[in-house]
């Protein structure tokens, strides 16, 4: 959290910005400018500190330093826990987005209109078993808290 914007970007895969055994601060921060853009990273520069940002901007700097690592599937968990209604939309945005460009999503939430409305299919887990997977088409609250209870 004490570390600026473009310092965590790049945390996650600093192999990306090596010029020998050095940081390249000009690649580094072309990167961290290019997601912070993409991301709508509301700051006054990249070199702000992540700990004065909003929760819902730091939601968007985490995500951006896993997008950073080019990973073929991301898990979010709980990916809009304590953020506001706006950001929550763009962050249902980005992650249609990267499932639509073939990244495989994972998201991991108790909020069930989230995962209604972000997800293609839902599994669902009682007492650390999968009791069940359901299709967009076939989920409805009701037959998630169904199979989540175990009284399938």
């Not at 993409?38 to 330093?65: C, F, M, P, Y």
Request: proline share 2%; glycine share 8%; charged share 25%.
């Amino acid at each position: 959290m004490q570390m600026n914007i473009r310092e965590n970007i790049s945390l996650s895969s600093l192999r990306q910005v090596l010029k020998g055994p050095f940081i390249n601060r000009t690649r580094e921060g072309a990167s961290a400018r290019r997601f912070s853009n993409d991301l709508h990273i509301k700051a006054t520069t990249i070199e702000q500190e992540v700990e004065a940002l909003s929760g819902g901007n730091r939601q968007k700097v985490v995500l951006a330093r896993w997008l950073f690592t080019q990973s073929k599937v991301l898990i979010f968990d709980e990916p809009t826990s304590g953020i506001d209604v706006g950001v929550k939309y763009e962050i249902y945005n980005l992650i249609n987005k990267l499932a639509q460009s073939g990244m495989g999503i994972v998201m991991i939430s108790s909020e069930l209109p989230e995962l209604l409305g972000v997800c293609t299919r839902i599994a669902v887990m009682h007492e650390g078993r999968l009791m069940g997977v359901l299709d967009r088409e076939d989920a409805s609250q009701e037959k998630i808290m169904t199979i989540a209870v175990g009284t399938t």
